[in-house]
């Protein structure tokens, strides 16, 4: 039996006394036991008690907050720790079905075990350390060209939904089983919609597949020599991308970030401040890399992939002082962190967490992610580049970034990586993400995906014709989740029963707000 008499939260949920909270522990207790939740009863018991809970897979979104909820005292639901099982890897359908505690790491090894890394690929992030299913429904981008999915979704009511062609019964379901173990539909992870509106966009609890083809690949990399070749590299992208002579989604990264991954500032300056322009050719020259350095692959069989490197070669090479760099070929890097060499297991669904070396750029090194979307276009990511890096300089960090390049648009990331011991780089960081994010919808541009701190800011961004995407997402929020207990202020969508006047953290810290006190938002600070 549970002790609830022990258990005292060092907060509790807003709302709840420490009886009731202790009550709704052993409930819990009751429905979870110590290892088999029943998930469909937790969250009916969540809403009985009108608990806030935050799901989360295994809790590695970093840089966008982790494990962490929005409102504090919420009840954690780690989905990953015993729903980890690999479900189905289809050969022939060239797609798996996994539960949220599969990473791409695990999924990987289970494709190296079975022998069938020799004919699917995985769909993998930059950092490869995370759930599928996590990465998925954050919206996350992979690298290679393949990569889809679908849902099983728990309501917040406590329903089980199968999105698509997995609302149609399999044959061969029982009666006698609950929803959650029927068979699976077999046209439910080939297909993405079935019939009716499509709603995995609304979603974020699911069961899901991404598994893609695997074929013949070659990673490469094309470096830069000098910083305003931004606008020109961006140019030649959007044609090559759109004809998908570029296949996959290649990335273009600063120099920094790259000559992050190889070791740390205090290895290359004794200097604190933003490194020199004159500094940063220095380091670009001495890793013999450019100021800025594309990474992509070809993939096809091997006429194809000799035809499309011919035309990707005849392009970017035009680029005065540019150099092409094959992975696997004699000219091929030999430094220790060759990011080339990472790429190369990205681009072929092969996880790495290697590059996250760039985060020990500074002493105690954490990051936050400031990530806008840009058209490719060189004049556009241009602009954003200036931008961003001017207010990097200006709070005095480094301009660490890449474009990621999608068929029509970039996912363009700042790494803000700050000391996380020094109260002053903390607040900077903050400084700093609030100004990016103002500075950004000026110029009409808004974030794919943010940290919890600055969720309500970005959505307040989205705010055309008075708000009424808001408006849309919170009749959904309330007429899904009536008495509010999923993940309340998730991507500022907040449900009624949270006073919006407390909660919102908009374009100032909560301690610069006047009346501070109010919310447990200002509390927490
Ligand atoms: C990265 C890329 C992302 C993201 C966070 C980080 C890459 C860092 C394209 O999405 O959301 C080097």
């Known amino acids: 039996m549970y002790n609830t008499a022990n258990t005292t939260p060092r907060q509790l949920p807003p709302g709840l006394d420490l009886a009731k909270f202790q009550s709704f522990l052993s409930r819990a207790w009751d429905i979870c036991g110590t290892e088999n939740v029943d998930l469909q009863q937790l969250v009916r018991l969540a809403n009985e008690f009108a608990v ?11 840089g966008y907050g982790g494990t962490a909820p929005r409102v504090p005292g919420s009840v954690g639901i780690d989905l990953g720790k015993h729903m980890n099982k690999i479900i189905e890897v289809n050969e022939e359908g060239a797609f798996a079905l996994v539960e949220p505690g599969v990473t791409c790491f695990s999924l990987n090894e289970h494709l190296v075990k079975t022998g069938l890394d020799q004919k699917l690929c995985l769909d993998v992030p930059d950092l490869g350390g995370g759930s599928i299913i996590g990465n998925a429904v954050e919206r996350g981008v992979g690298y290679t060209p393949y990569g889809d999915h679908r849902m099983e979704i728990i309501l917040p009511n406590g329903e089980l939904v199968r999105t698509g062609m997995g609302a149609l019964p399999d044959p061969d379901a029982s009666p006698d089983l609950p929803p959650h173990e029927q068979p699976p539909n077999k046209c439910w992870q080939p297909f993405n919609y079935g019939f009716g509106p499509y709603h995995n966009g609304i979603f974020s609890q699911s069961n899901l597949g991404i598994v893609v083809v695997k074929m013949g690949i070659w990673a490469y990399m094309i470096t830069f020599p000098r910083d305003d070749d931004l606008p020109k590299i961006v140019d030649i992208i959007r044609p090559l991308r759109l004809q998908m002579v570029l296949q996959n989604v290649p990335t273009l990264r600063n120099i920094l970030l790259d000559a992050a991954v190889s070791a740390p500032k205090s290895s290359y300056t004794s200097e604190t401040g933003p490194l020199s322009e004159a500094k940063m050719d220095e380091i670009a020259a001495g890793l013999d890399l450019g100021r800025w350095n594309f990474y992509g692959a070809v993939y096809g069989p091997e006429p194809v992939r000799n035809v499309l490197l011919t035309v990707i070669k005849g392009a970017f090479l035009s680029i005065p002082g540019s150099k092409f760099y094959q992975f696997y070929l004699p000219e091929d890097r030999k430094e220790p962190h060759s990011v080339l060499r990472t790429r190369a297991k990205t681009l072929q669904g092969i996880p790495a967490i290697d590059e996250l070396r760039w985060v020990d750029w500074a002493p105690n090194g954490a990051h936050l992610f400031f990530s806008p979307i840009s058209k490719i276009s060189g004049k556009d990511a241009n602009l954003q580049y200036e931008v961003t890096k001017r207010r990097c300089t200006e709070a005095g960090f480094d301009f660490i970034g890449t474009f990621t390049d999608g068929m029509r648009e970039i996912h363009h990331i700042v790494c803000i990586v700050f000391n996380r011991e020094v109260e002053e780089e903390r607040l900077k960081a903050r400084w700093l993400i ?70 919102v953290l908009g374009e100032s810290e909560p301690w610069e707000r006047a009346g501070a006190g109010a919310g447990a938002g200002s509390k927490s600070s």
């Open 434 to 503: 609030r100004t990016l994010v103002k500075a950004c919808a000026a110029d009409g541009c808004g974030e794919y995906r943010t940290h919890l701190a600055l969720m309500d800011q970005i959505a307040n961004t989205y705010n055309f014709n008075d708000n009424a995407l808001m408006k849309l997402n919170e009749t959904v929020k309330n007429a899904l989740d009536p008495n509010g207990i999923l993940a309340p202020g998730k991507n500022g969508v907040w449900p009624r029963s949270y006073d919006k006047s407390e909660w």
């Open 52 to 62: 806030p809970i935050w799901p989360f897979s295994i809790g590695r979104n970093t």
